[in-house]
């Protein structure tokens, strides 16, 4: 490879690195601490992030069911952080879960369960946050959609914390 091979290669792998960066800052504007958003294998903490996912969901699931439906007036963006807020709380124990799934030596049906509900409430918590920016741009719509999302991620994440 020529010199011009190796500076097209650089130019490129920069490039790549700076859509990853931004990427991943995009999907990350989390406004909670760092330690209440850090993954443990901790059976205390992992439910501690639930509840207050929960907490904050419902918080959410309030305000959607009370925005208006009309486009010209833009969705306060404290929801909308609240939302993410939310979304990053159950995501957290999701991946505690999967750290301590790792680390058991016998298998645990309940905890597999409630494993499952965490992973199915992720992904339906994420509706508010992926809708909100790109995908549902009529405002009627996108509420149908996320508060019924969220109102399920939120009877999942309550069902896990029973099974836990």
């Known amino acids: 490879m020529g010199r011009f091979g190796r500076v097209i290669s650089i130019v490129a792998m920069v490039f790549i690195m700076a859509l990853g960066l931004t990427a991943t800052a995009d999907a990350q504007k989390v406004t909670l601490p ?18 207050m996912g929960a907490e904050l969901g419902r918080k959410v699931l309030a ?7 009309d486009n010209a007036v833009p969705l306060d963006e404290r929801l909308v952080q ?8 159950i995501r957290a124990a999701r991946e505690g879960m999967e750290k301590r799934k790792d680390r058991q ?5 309940l905890f597999d369960l409630a494993y499952k509900r965490v992973t199915d409430a992720w992904n339906l918590a994420r509706t508010p946050v992926d809708k ?8 009627r719509r996108y509420l149908d959609i996320s508060t019924r999302d969220l109102r399920r ?12």
């Open 82 to 89: 609240d939302a993410r807020n939310t979304y990053a709380l």
């Open 132 to 139: 909100y920016n790109r995908g549902i741009h009529e405002r």
């Open 34 to 51: 760092r330690s209440a958003v850090q993954p443990t294998f901790d059976l205390n903490t992992i439910k501690s992030q639930l509840r």
């Open 63 to 69: 305000g959607l069911e009370a925005a208006p439906q």
């Open 153 to 164: 991620a939120l009877q999942l994440v309550d069902q896990a914390l029973i099974q836990l």
């Open 105 to 109: 030596k016998t298998a645990d049906p």
